[in-house]
C-alpha cells in the first residue's frame, strides 16, 4: 500500500511552505501565522529574501524595511522622505520635526506658535517683521491713540491714515485735528 504526500505530512508533522505549497524538511521560518521556507520568505514587493532581516507586515504581506517605508509611511511635506519616528501635522501636511520651521529664515518653531501666510508657517517675530503694520515706535501722547484692526496708531501715524481715508490731498501727510 503506497502512502500518500498528506499521510507522510502527518506522520512527520512537517509543516507547508506557504509560498510553494511543499512541505518543509529542514529550517522553516514562522511569520504573518504562516510557516515558510527561507528563501520563500520574500518581501512582497521586490521579492528580497527575508529571512535574516526585519519585516513589516501590510494587509497579511510581509515587507523589507525600506520597501514598506518608501510604500506606506508618512511623507514630510518639506523633503518628501517617509517619516520614520516624531512627526508634526500642521497646514493640513506632515513634516519631520526638525523641517518644520520658519519660512523665512529656517528657525525651528519648537513649542513657540507658528503664523501663517499664504500657506506658509512663520515665526512670531518674521511674521510680525514682514506682514504687519508698522508703528512709529513713538509713545502715545497723553496715553491716546487709534485703534485699527486690534492694534494701536498714533494719531499722525500714516499707515492709519491711509486705511481710513484721511490723508491730506495737497501734501499726503495724516490730517488731524479740524480738517475741510
Not at 529664515?105 to 510680525?128: I, L
Not at 501722547?141 to 500714516?158: A, I, S, V
Amino acid at each position: 500500500m503506497m502512502a500518500s504526500l498528506s499521510d507522510f505530512k502527518e506522520a512527520y508533522r512537517l509543516k507547508e511552505c506557504s509560498a510553494c505549497e511543499k512541505p518543509i524538511v529542514s529550517q522553516v521560518i514562522t511569520a504573518l501565522d504562516k510557516t515558510w521556507h527561507p528563501e520563500h520568505f520574500t518581501c512582497h514587493h521586490y521579492n528580497q529574501e527575508l529571512s535574516t532581516r526585519n519585516f513589516f507586515e501590510r494587509d497579511g504581506f510581509p515587507y523589507c524595511e525600506p520597501d514598506y517605508h518608501n510604500l506606506f509611511s508618512l511623507r514630510c511635506a518639506y523633503c518628501n522622505g517617509a517619516i520614520l519616528d516624531k512627526c508634526v501635522t500642521a497646514l493640513d501636511k506632515t513634516w519631520h520635526t526638525e523641517h518644520f520651521f520658519c519660512a523665512q529664515f529656517s528657525q525651528q518653531f519648537g513649542e513657540d506658535d507658528f503664523h501663517v501666510r499664504d500657506g506658509k508657517p512663520y515665526c512670531r517675530n518674521d511674521y510680525f517683521e514682514m506682514f504687519a503694520p508698522k508703528d512709529c515706535r513713538q509713545p502715545f501722547q497723553g496715553g491716546l491713540f487709534f485703534d485699527h484692526e486690534g492694534l494701536p496708531y498714533c494719531e499722525t501715524h500714516y499707515y492709519y491714515h491711509a486705511k481710513r481715508g484721511s490723508l491730506c490731498a495737497g501734501c499726503s501727510k495724516p490730517i488731524t485735528g479740524r480738517h475741510v
